[in-house]
Structure formats: C-alpha cells, structure tokens
C-alpha cells in the first residue's frame, strides 16, 4: 500500500493543478490557449529567449466590418465565401423598416444611419421613440423619409429611408437650453407650430426662390396645407400632390437642409420646377442656334469652294481657247502662203 506521504503529495499537486487551471487557462477560447501553450514551451524548453511574434489576426468582427453593406446586392448573396455567409447572417437578423441615427457630428453635416437591432425593435426605439441615438423623447415624434448619401466599398450611394425624431427642424438643443427671455419667446411660439405639413410662398418661384414655414392652428383647422393647396396664394383642393421637397435654406449665417412634406395642386406643383425647366429650356435653345450657327457656317465654306471651283473651270476654257485661236492663226499664215507664193519663187 501506498504511505500516506505519497497519496498526501498526489492530493497537493492534484489540488495544484486543478487551481493553475482555474487561474490561467479556464475562461480561454481555443486560439488564447494555444498561444499560452507556445508561449509556455518556449519560455521553459526552448534554448533562446522568448520572444513574442504577434501575427496578424483577423476576427469575426474584422470580418463583418470589411463586409458589411448597409443595402446588399445580389451579387453579395451569391458569394459564396464564409465572410459573405457570416455577414448575411448577421444582415438577416437587423430589421430594415426604420434606421437608428448618430448625430454627434451634425455641425459638420455628418450623420450616420444603421438599421435596429431586435432589442431596439422590442423597446420601440426608432420608431415609437427618437431615431437619434443619444435621444430618447417619445413625444413630438415626425416620420421622415431621408435621402441617405454615404460611401462604402469606395463607392458613392444612396438610399431613402425611414427615420423618426423629434422636433428639430429650426431650434437645436443648444436653443432649447437658452434661458434668456428671447428665447424662451421663441420656443413658446414654435410649440405652437404643427410640424407635420408645411405652407409655401411662391411668389417668387420664376426666380427659383420660394419660402417654407410651418402651420398654425388656425390652418390646421381649415385644412390648409393638407387638404387644400399648400402655396399661400392658391385654395385648390382637387387634385393634389403629397410631395416630399429638400428644402435648402440660409438660416443665423449657415447652410442647413431639411426634408419636409408639402401639399400642392398640379399647377403649384410645376412652379417648384419652374426656373429649373426654363434653364434647360434656354440651354438648349443656345445649343440649337450654335448648331446652326455651325451649319450655317459649313454651307457657307461649301459655297466659296464651289465657287473657286467654277472660276477655276472658266479661266482655264479662257485658257483653252486663247491656245486654239493662236493655232488658227499659224494655220491660216501657212495657207495664204501658200496660195500667194513670194518673188524668189518665180
């Protein structure tokens, strides 16, 4: 039998390697256990100095970086690498209906939109909440369709998409945190406002210029902008137009754009184009005359050649018939001496 000195040290290295387990190996993945592994060996066997090489690694979040596509395509789907499989797979479990918006940089004109995660989706984030990620207001809510321009693979896009925020369409959170009287006068009045449908001022459309506000209650009431024409000078309410219209504005010295709903009848409708078919008009008006211009100019060129031509052709028959005449008149001398022979011959 063994003595008890013997099973007392199997006992403690049992107990030893069982807690350098728990404290250096337990909790690695495969990869961190076998580089742990190596890195042991060659520390305790090895005859050089360790030394640690950090090979390039590439995980499955490299993988879904490299490639993602915010709208894929049909040649993606038929790919059929690992990358392309791990990526759909990951694609098929976001929810395309409404997008999740970064707005931290929207000074600079920069946003960023993804779709919702299912925990999103289940909190109503983005669509019964604000869309923006670092807000969280459920009232006040506008569902906007936004004309996304973004680069991905070195490629220009678009896409429009659903996005729901909150009021943000003049006032930024800076002016909300104002406290002076000015504008606390101000917000009083724009929450008055209803957001929805806009009222537009066309009276200069011919120059390309035309002004958009809000509604008040009273037009609200009226069904102006909704159900009746949305320009201020027109009260049509058959046949109307639900159009979706950039708006770009100068507002306190910056360039800002919003994309806002208006109401129009048909003959309102072609003045938001107006100035811009007039332009094309007038362009091609001047390439019509260039390219008359330019014809005209050609038959005119044809016109002096032909005529080099024919004085080319008369001056040489001039030519011709000086010749023959000199030739006539040798001929006749020759005949008149030989009728009329000279005194030597007789």
Request: hydrophobic share 25%; aromatic share 10%.
């Amino acid at each position: 039998m063994a003595s008890s000195a013997t099973i007392r040290s199997e006992i403690y290295d049992r107990e030893e390697r069982k807690q350098q387990y728990q404290a250096h190996i337990r909790g690695l993945n495969a990869y961190e256990r076998h580089k742990k592994f190596l890195k042991d060996y060659v520390r305790f066997y090895g005859k050089d100095k360790p030394t640690e090489v950090k090979l390039p690694v590439k995980t499955d979040h490299d993988t879904l970086r490299e490639g993602y596509r915010f709208i894929r395509s049909e040649e993606d789907d038929l790919n059929p690498s690992w990358e392309q499989r791990l990526v759909k797979r990951y694609y098929d479990k976001l929810f395309k209906e409404y997008c999740i918006a970064d707005m931290s940089r929207y000074k600079t004109g920069q946003m960023g939109l993804r779709w919702r995660t299912e925990k999103e989706v289940m909190s109503g984030k983005g669509q019964f909440m604000c869309g923006s990620k670092q807000c969280h207001e459920i009232e006040g809510l506008l569902n906007l369709q936004v004309n996304f321009s973004y680069h991905e693979a070195g490629e220009h896009k678009q896409a429009l998409v659903k996005l729901v925020t909150c009021e943000r369409f003049i006032r930024s959170e800076e002016d909300d945190l104002n406290p002076s009287w000015e504008q606390r006068l101000v917000k009083r009045y724009y929450d008055k406002l209803f957001k929805e449908y806009c009222i537009a001022d066309m009276s200069r459309y011919k120059t390309g210029q035309m002004g958009l506000r809000w509604r008040t209650e009273k037009e609200v009431m009226s069904g102006k902008g909704q159900f009746m024409c949305g320009s201020k000078q027109c009260h049509e309410i058959e046949g109307l137009l639900n159009l979706q219209v950039n708006f770009s504005y100068h507002e306190a010295g910056e360039h800002k754009q919003a994309l806002v709903k208006l109401v129009t009848c048909e003959r309102c409708a072609e003045k938001l184009y107006y100035k811009r078919r007039k332009d094309a008009e007038r362009s091609e008006s001047k390439e019509k005359k260039r390219q008359k211009r330019k014809r005209n100019r050609s038959s005119s060129e044809d016109d002096i050649e032909e005529e080099e031509r024919r004085k080319g052709k008369k001056n040489k028959s001039k030519l011709e018939g000086c010749e023959r005449e000199g030739k006539d008149d040798e001929n006749f001398d020759e005949f008149m001496e030989g009728m009329f022979p000279g005194k030597g011959d007789n």
